[in-house]
């Protein structure tokens, strides 16, 4: 069954470079991206993996904790990430999950249950569709799905700006616009009626009858 955004995101036990983990558990009461690869040593993702390492603290920050799966074994990884470190100049200290029998990748439905149930001899072209993002919440539900063709490297400063969105939008009955970046103006939703409106921000412009738009509320 496919996944969609506000499912739980499916919860699995899985051994990684920091040892075994249960997912739900490993997230606690925070944010988490997920984020996966077709296969080690192929060299968009090895950038990758090194760009999520230079932007660790910039998720920190926000209170999200970041993990990677590949559909090989942990064992392999280890070697991966020395040459990850070589490529992009960044270590990867956060965990980096062993799909070999591929049961994480089918349990999120990146690929299909007659995939096999082993990582050997399978080329980056089998996994092609292993290459996923997943904004996951407090509450463990989904937030936000992307993903990419493998000749497109993630822009994982997006994810970054998607964070902040959803995080904000969660908190205050608001939405973000096109290209909207921390500061800009939000978008009032539909349930705020225009007396509420001035009383939760002051103040606000009437674009369209549909479309309000503030400052961004604070906090």
């Not at 997943?134 to 063709?149: A, V």
């Not at 290209?179 to 606000?204: C, K, Y």
Request: proline letters at 5%; hydrophobic letters at 40%.
């Amino acid at each position: 069954m496919s996944l969609r955004i506000n499912d739980i995101a499916p919860d699995f036990t899985a051994e990684t470079t920091q040892g075994s983990l249960s997912f739900h558990d490993w997230i606690g009461d925070g944010w988490a991206v997920l984020f996966s690869h077709p296969k080690n040593f192929t060299p968009v993702c090895t950038t990758e993996l090194g760009a999520m390492a230079g932007l660790q603290g910039e998720f920190a920050r926000r209170g999200v904790k970041i993990i990677g799966i590949s559909v090989d074994p942990v064992e392999s990884h280890a070697q991966w990430k020395n040459d990850i470190k070589t490529a992009t100049g960044f270590e990867v200290d956060y965990p980096l999950i062993g799909d070999k029998d591929l049961k994480i990748a089918k349990l999120y439905d990146m690929l299909p249950a007659g995939a096999g149930e082993t990582s050997e001899g399978r080329t980056p072209a089998d996994n092609a569709t292993v290459r996923s993002v997943y904004i996951i919440g407090p509450d463990k539900k989904i937030k936000l799905i992307l993903t990419y063709p493998m000749t497109t490297g993630r822009n994982f400063n997006e994810i970054l700006r998607a964070i902040d969105s959803i995080q904000l939008t969660a908190k205050h009955q608001v939405a973000t616009p096109a290209n909207w970046q921390q500061g800009d103006d939000v978008i009032i939703t539909a349930a705020v009626s225009n007396e509420d409106a001035i009383q939760r921000f002051g103040s606000f412009d009437t674009v369209l009858p549909y479309l309000r738009k503030t400052k961004q509320p604070a906090g």
